[in-house]
């Protein structure tokens, strides 16, 4: 799966930012690279399932960002945060 535009909606930006100290450009760096995505449940309307993806900034940070995916290619982002220990040795062993 390839993220070709994320969808943004003001309310998560101020979450994001707030509550989990985490900026909208180190989403979008993750989101664009290569990040390693795996399905979470199924959403509440077809073809719009949750999805978490895991990835590091360029500055170091583990990233797990929750997204619904629409349109195939386009990522509405929900929540992000820094990966727990777990997470992180989960994400190193793909």
Avoid: C
């Amino acid at each position: 799966m390839k993220i070709q535009h994320i969808i943004w909606l003001h309310e998560f930006e101020d979450k994001l930012f707030h509550k989990h100290n985490v900026l909208v450009e180190e989403v979008e760096e993750v989101l664009f690279d290569k990040p390693h995505i795996r399905f979470v449940e199924k959403g509440h309307y077809d073809d719009e399932d949750l999805y978490a993806a895991y990835g590091k900034t360029s500055g170091g940070r583990w990233l797990i960002i929750f997204f619904v995916l629409k349109n195939k290619h386009d990522a509405l982002v929900i929540s992000a945060r820094n990966m727990d220990r777990k997470e992180r040795h989960l994400y190193a062993r793909r």
